[in-house]
């Protein structure tokens, strides 16, 4: 984290941006969906735009309570300036829930700033995501470790891994934010029962559901992002080498269970 980055963090959290904040909380978002990463945000946030009464900012993670904060709240309030008549505003940073150290204060700095938001976190059975996360990693960053280095290499480790950790970054958020403005769901309710799933949200951020204007003419959800987007058509689906996954799922089962008894889940929801 730079110095400058560090410098606007503390000035944030000491309160130093209220009048500016004060002066665009207006256009201002009032939902935020925090991760997980490859666990289908971009689909919600490309279903969400469906809805009369929800805009979505155009640049769908603009990661501003975090690694650019430093832009100014001038320029994070620029992404909203067009829903300024819709009665739901919202970004879909999933950056957010990551371990990387310029996401270290989110949570903080985001209540400090915007104490009302609802936050939205979908998550997808943890080791699944990992294969995802790394194809495209990769294809992003062809030169990046192997995948059976996950536990070897310590950016992969906290970049990747760390994201699939969904209770303890659950956990950053609940210190600031009540249980009632936090709303959980799963990538696989999603694409199992999306009317279901999609009601649930809608009730949670306060709209009417409009459910058949959000899937297409089979009630389906759309195809967003699939595994050719941003890279991973060009890095094949790797296969887990038994040792390694040993040590991913001595790590994560523990927290997966805790998040899925969070979420009202049964320990078996994920295979793990």
């Known amino acids: 984290m730079s110095t400058k980055l560090k410098k606007s963090i503390r000035d944030g959290l000491s309160g ?22 490859k666990s289908a945000s971009t ?10 009464d929800i805009f979505v900012s155009k640049t769908k993670e603009p990661k501003f309570f975090g690694r650019h904060y430093g832009k100014g709240w001038d320029w994070y309030s620029s992404h909203f300036s067009k829903g300024k008549n819709f009665s739901l505003r919202g970004e879909g940073s999933t950056m957010y829930t990551s371990e990387l150290s310029d996401f270290r ?13 609802k936050l939205i976190y979908i998550v997808r059975h943890p080791m699944d995501r990992i294969v995802s996360q790394w194809r495209h990693h990769r294809g992003r960053r062809p030169n990046c470790s192997y995948f059976t280095e996950l536990m070897r290499d310590r950016d992969l480790k906290r970049r990747i891994v760390g994201c699939s950790i969904y209770y303890k970054q659950l956990s950053r958020f609940r210190k600031f934010y009540p249980d009632e403005q936090i709303h959980c769901m799963t990538f696989e309710d999603l694409l199992a029962e999306p009317k279901r799933s999609l009601q649930q949200m809608m009730i949670f951020l306060g709209v009417k559901p409009r459910i058949k204007r959000m899937l297409d003419e089979n009630g389906c959800l759309p195809h967003e992002n699939e595994a050719g987007a941003k890279g991973r058509g060009h890095v094949s689906r790797p296969e887990w080498d038994e040792k ?11 927290d997966a269970k805790k998040m899925l008894a969070f979420m009202g889940k049964s320990s078996d929801y994920w295979e793990l």
């Open 43 to 52: 689909t919600l946030t490309t279903i969400l735009l469906k809805h009369p």
């Open 244 to 254: 390694v996954k040993a040590k991913v799922l001595k790590g994560i089962r523990p």
């Open 16 to 37: 130093n941006h209220s009048e500016l904040i004060d002066l665009n909380r207006h256009i201002l978002p009032n939902f935020i969906i925090i991760g997980a990463a």
């Open 105 to 117: 204060h989110t949570p903080a700095l985001m209540h400090r700033c915007l104490p009302k938001l």
